[in-house]
């Protein structure tokens, strides 16, 4: 248990690696340590579609927003919610499944299923050795994306995985306070309070960005947040996720 809490504790995110792909045992163990993941009503509603032309990755790299280690790293899985195989079996059983597959609950089942295994298959492959980032940057352009994978409807591609051995040393970034996440019994919404413990994370960002980049950044954690979520971005998805037949009521 010792050893499982400390690779837990010791993730962070790898973004550059050495020109070695995975093998078939290797692919095969990440996948199916993510299928054992938790899934709602057994429902298993993902797919995981892993990309080993080297063309496909390369392109799925620039709609990335030309991450180039998306192409570079041992192998990229993409993850997606999928109900496809569900409204097929509501055809073969004749039974009357569409409005619930299109609801709002049955999409958030499989975004979450789909987030559960992916986290398995990280777990899995940093026990291995192996360094992996999410790549959300695939939302950039899904409709595109889509075309890469002929996805079909009812399955929509959420984030992607990539997998290899690592070819850096990169420092834990860290965490909220365990304050901020964790709240007994009820939500702790005192924004005084919450001022104060974000200040103190801002404090520790900082130091972080600062000794990183021998003094390059230091910007705080709220300044990142307020700048990006000022941004607007990705405001297609709605239009997206209900044209393939989802979230529609």
């Known amino acids: 248990m ?51 032309d080297k063309e496909k990755k390369k392109e799925l790299a620039a709609l990335a927003g030309g991450q180039e280690y998306v192409a570079e790293s041992g192998h990229l899985f993409l993850f997606c919610a999928d109900l496809y195989r569900h409204a097929n079996i509501g055809k073969w059983k004749d039974a009357d499944v569409l409005p619930s597959i299109e609801s709002t609950e049955k999409f958030m089942v499989a975004v ?5 295994a992916a986290q398995n298959a990280a777990i ?10 999410y790549i959300g940057g695939i939302r950039n352009n899904l409709p595109e994306v889509n075309q890469v994978i002929d996805a079909p409807e009812y399955v929509v591609p959420l984030f992607g995985l990539t997998v290899g051995v690592p070819d850096q040393e990169t420092a834990i970034k860290p965490r909220m306070p365990f304050e901020m996440i964790y709240h007994e019994n009820s939500y702790e919404s005192d924004p005084d309070l919450l001022k104060d413990k974000v200040g103190e994370y801002d404090r520790g960002i900082s130091a972080y960005y600062h000794e990183r980049t021998e003094g390059v950044r230091s910007d705080q954690w709220s300044d990142q947040m307020a700048k990006m ?16 037949n989802l979230n529609r009521h």
């Not at 899995?124 to 980032?133: H, K, V």
């Not at 979520?229 to 393939?244: A, C, H, N, T, V």
């Open 2 to 52: 010792k050893k499982t809490i400390e690779l837990l504790k010791n993730h962070r995110s790898v973004r550059k690696f050495k020109d070695v792909p995975l093998t078939k045992n290797q692919i095969k163990t990440i996948v199916e340590a993510a299928q054992m993941a938790s899934t709602s009503s057994f429902i298993q509603a993902y797919t995981i579609i892993g990309i080993t």
């Open 112 to 116: 979450i299923d789909a987030s559960l």
């Open 124 to 133: 899995a492959a940093e026990s291995m050795g192996l360094g992996i980032c």
């Open 229 to 244: 979520l000022e941004r607007k971005s990705r405001m297609y998805m709605k239009d997206f996720i209900e044209g393939k």
